[in-house]
């Protein structure tokens, strides 16, 4: 059965793109059929990466996997109708990648819309990426400012179990939802902790898995030009290999394996 993983979070930012690509470089590099949704069309952060990659491989005149790409963008017409024709035909698209791909990796925007809610009603893992930042909590939930206290669930987290109780409706098992921190600093801090110790209280209100995160590395950014990912460095025997690189290599797999993916 081919697997669908939605990287959602309806704030910019929070590194869905660089997320989505080195999930999908992992899986390609373990021999998977691969299919990548840029949900995102107006932004295209995930498009430019792989554009730059195809780039790349051109000038290079090297060979680094690459998985099959789509772009969907909501009618210029925004009306009910409209919105239920783009849902349906991204419907019919991730059900005709079921059929070719092993894996399918949806990026969405950050901004709620139709296309977002159906790249999460199609899900069967979803991971949501949060900066490491009490201001980025929000969402998830709202946040007592002085006792952090459950105020209550955000707009975002209201729509992911709305998108759930469909599944249910329909007789899909629910997806699987998790939250990894990104941009973790290295350096102990009372904000790190706290951005910890929330998220571990959340995920037993709000339901999901709380699971480690991506650390703040120069290296993420600077691959983006080239359309590379950490495999692919660790892959061509790159001479600028450093200590920062394994780790963020290690970090990508400990995710895959938080989410009970053995590549």
Sequence with gaps: MSKVITIGNEKGGSGKSTLSMH???AYLYDGQRVATIDL???QGTLTHYLENRVRYIDDKK??????EHLVVTPSPISTQRTADQDSAQLESEIKSL??????I?????GTYNHLSNTGHKNADILITPVNDSLIDL?????LDPYTHEVLGLSNYAQNVRAMNQIRNDSGLEPFKWYVLRNRISHIDAKNKREVDQILTKLADIVGFKYISGIGERVVYREMFLNGLTILDMMSLG???ISISHIAAKNEIRQILGEIGVKV
């Design 62 to 67: 090297i060979s680094i996997p690459m998985p």
């Design 40 to 42: 995102d069309g107006r």
């Design 238 to 240: 790159s001479e600028n």
């Design 23 to 25: 999930l999908a470089a």
């Design 138 to 142: 929000d969402v998830i939930a709202q």
């Design 98 to 103: 079921r059929q070719e791909y092993d894996v």
């Design 105 to 109: 990796i949806i990026d969405t925007p």
